[in-house]
């Protein structure tokens, strides 16, 4: 159920371990409304299996502004990310998937589980359809979740993003940590000349939002929301069902971004839903390998996130310019290009939390703090 990246994925997946695959999707057109940023790691659109059509701009690097004063850039020299048109993206997905044989079902919702039916609404009107198992793709907030008793994540950020006009170095991505109390603000490149600028928070994210926009200009040519699920629900399957990327709480708590942990876990949904059919066991004790396998993938890096976002919501403004300040350095800024990783932070913050520069900056707690979230 729900046709982004995750549902698609799965869908494939599915489709190509020859099961019969049907995917619901609520609009009727993939891929809208867009709600993300639209920046994908290497990694994370390497997962997508798709073509460059919906790449339209590289990034290797960032510039860190604490907005106090603080700067810092650090530029690896190769692509790190992606900048993509989402619609783009979402669609191509769904085309492959349909090309491995599953079938989509648009402007169709789901509108209650009796046993192993699903009721559905839409253009089709009311439909009772089986099901031996369902993925449920369907986003924060997960209607699946809900029908059956299932307790969802635990937070939720709300995002604004607006494309603007704007000229800047199409090399590097911008993060404003003081942009918002709870995460951060971005401003991520599309062209030498128009950008994506946007942030998150968990209360007021209009007014911290149009605080930050108006540095940019109030000509927007697309405004955007959405919301952000962080930390996983505390089971992710159960009565006959698997959760997948936001409906499982899967995006990083580091970055927001959902693809790579929403594909990968998709990709182990589909496994297990095979061996699963294979078998005819759908009780739970069968489906609890699907919550093994994305544990060991990446289980512990959504751990080593939710603690790190715990700690930088803990810090000050202040605080956060002595960090961009401190990170300026040769040392650092080298470790920094070298171990960076979007999609699995654990082995960056490690290599930082030995540095002496850091703790010398910082201080001697807040390094401490740091080895803490990696080994407590």
Not at 82 to 104: P, T
Request: charged content about 25%; proline content about 5%; hydrophobic content about 40%.
């Amino acid at each position: 159920m729900g046709a982004g990246p995750a549902g698609s994925a799965a869908a494939r997946a599915c489709a190509e371990e020859g099961l019969s695959t049907l995917c619901i999707e609520e609009h009727g057109t993939i891929g809208y409304p867009v709600q993300c940023a639209g920046l994908l790691s290497v990694s994370a659109f390497a997962e997508c299996s798709v073509s460059n059509r919906s790449v339209l701009n590289e990034v290797t690097g960032a510039r860190m502004v604490s907005g106090l004063g603080g700067e810092l850039l650090f530029d690896a020299g190769v692509t790190k990310a992606y900048v993509v048109d989402r619609g783009l993206l979402d669609r191509e997905m769904a085309e492959k998937a349909a090309d491995a044989g599953a079938e989509f079902r648009l402007k169709t919702s789901a509108s209650g589980i009796s046993g192993s039916s699903l009721m559905t609404r839409g253009v089709r009107g009311r439909e009772e359809i089986p099901f031996r198992l369902l993925i449920a793709a369907d986003g924060p907030r997960s209607t699946v979740a809900r029908m059956l008793g299932l307790q969802c994540p635990a937070l939720y950020l709300a995002g604004v993003q607006a494309e603007v006009p704007y000229e800047m170095d199409p090399r590097y991505v911008e993060l404003h940590p003081n942009a918002a109390p709870d995460f951060f603000g971005w401003v991520i490149p599309v062209s030498p000349t128009r950008a994506r600028v946007g942030l998150c928070a968990r209360e007021h994210a209009k007014e911290y939002f149009d605080r930050f926009i108006a540095r940019y200009g109030g000509n927007s040519l697309h405004l955007a929301s959405g919301v952000i699920p962080l930390g996983v629900m505390p089971r992710t399957y159960g009565r006959r069902a698997l959760f997948v990327g936001d409906a499982a709480g899967f995006p990083k708590p580091t970055s927001g971004g959902g693809v790579y942990t929403g594909v990968r876990s998709a990709k182990h949904a589909a496994a297990v839903a095979a061996a699963c059919c294979a078998r005819a066991e759908f009780d739970d004790g069968s489906l609890r390998e699907y919550e093994h396998r994305w544990k060991a993938d990446f289980g512990k890096e959504l751990d080593i996130g939710m603690k790190a976002l715990r700690m930088r919501q803990k810090m000050t403004p202040e605080e956060i310019d002595r960090l961009c300040r401190a990170l300026n350095d040769p040392d650092l800024i080298a470790t920094i290009v070298e171990h960076g990783d979007m999609d699995r932070p654990g082995t960056l913050l490690r290599k930082l939390a030995l540095k002496p520069a850091l703790a010398r900056a910082m201080g001697i707690l807040f390094v401490s703090g740091v080895r803490q979230i990696l080994t407590g």
